[in-house]
C-alpha cells in the first residue's frame, strides 16, 4: 500500500514510506542504508510521475526487515527487505520533494551504462583467452570479434558517463549499451558452452568453474536494470519509431 503525507511549508513532517512492500537490493545485508523512491503527495491523473520522492532510509530503523535471496549458484548478493510502517524525518529526503521520478530515472542512466552491464562474463572471456594463448583449447576467431565487441561498449559507456557528468539525458543511449551489453554476456557463456563444448575442460578448472557460474547467471543478465524487453521500446521510443 504506498501512503503519503501532507507535507506542510516548513517542510517538518515525517513521512510514511510503502507499508507491508519488499525490495530486492543488492548488499542490503552489508549496507547501513538504502534509497527508497516513495509517494509524498496524492496522485495526479495527469502526471503519475508527480508527487515521487527518494530517501535515504537507515537499515536499522524499524519495521524493516532483510531476508536473504540466495541465486541458483549458491551466492548470497540479492535481498528481500521488507518495509512495514517505517517513517522517516524530513532530514532523510534525497534531493528534492516530488522530484523522485526524475532522480531516479536519471540514476537509472548510470546504472544500465555502467561496465558492469557488460563485463558480468568478461572472467570466463579473459581465461578462454589465457587457455587459448597457451595453446589448451583451440584458436577460434570469435575471440577477436567478442573483444571488439567489449571494446565498442567500453567506449560508448565512457562516453555516457561523461555526458551524465554534463547533466545531458541520456537514456536512449544508456538503454542501448544495456541491451548490446548483457545479450554479449550472453552471447560469450553460450559460445564457450556450445562451441568449445568438451575442450573446456582442457582449459583447466578454472574455465569449468567461471563457465558454470555464467550460464546459472545468464538469464538474470536481461532482467536487472530493467528487461531488454522493456528497453528495446525506449529506444524505439527515443528514435521515434513508437
Known amino acids: 500500500m504506498m501512503t503519503w503525507s501532507t507535507w506542510p511549508d516548513d517542510q517538518r513532517a515525517a513521512t510514511e514510506v510503502p507499508r507491508n512492500s519488499g525490495h530486492p537490493p543488492s548488499g542490503a545485508h552489508h549496507a547501513d542504508a538504502f534509497i527508497c523512491l516513495t509517494r509524498t503527495s496524492p496522485p495526479d491523473p495527469a502526471d503519475r510521475h508527480a508527487g515521487l520522492s527518494q530517501f535515504i532510509v537507515e537499515l536499522d530503523t524499524p519495521g524493516i526487515q532483510v531476508r536473504p535471496i540466495v541465486t541458483m549458484t549458491g551466492q548470497h548478493h540479492f535481498n528481500e527487505v521488507v518495509l512495514e510502517d517505517v517513517a522517516v524525518p524530513e532530514s532523510a529526503l534525497l534531493g528534492t520533494a516530488g522530484n523522485g521520478w526524475t532522480q531516479v530515472t536519471s540514476e537509472l542512466s548510470f546504472e544500465r551504462s555502467g561496465p558492469e552491464r557488460f563485463l558480468s562474463t568478461f572472467a570466463l572471456f579473459c581465461a578462454v583467452h589465457e587457455a587459448m594463448s597457451r595453446g589448451k583449447v583451440a584458436p577460434d576467431k570469435r575471440i577477436g570479434q567478442f573483444a571488439a565487441r567489449i571494446s565498442a561498449l567500453h567506449h560508448i559507456s565512457s562516453a555516457i558517463a561523461t555526458s551524465l557528468e554534463s ?66 521500446g525506449v529506444i524505439a521510443r527515443g528514435q521515434g519509431l513508437r
Open 167 to 232: 547533466g545531458h539525458q541520456v537514456d536512449v543511449p544508456a538503454a542501448l549499451v544495456k541491451v548490446l551489453g548483457t545479450t554479449m554476456e550472453g552471447d560469450i557463456a553460450e559460445w564457450v558452452d556450445l562451441t568449445l563444448g568438451s575442450s573446456t575442460a582442457a582449459g583447466g578448472e578454472e574455465v569449468q568453474r567461471l563457465l558454470l557460474d555464467a550460464l546459472a547467471a545468464r538469464p538474470g543478465f536481461t532482467l536487472r536494470g530493467g528487461t531488454n524487453e522493456v528497453l528495446k
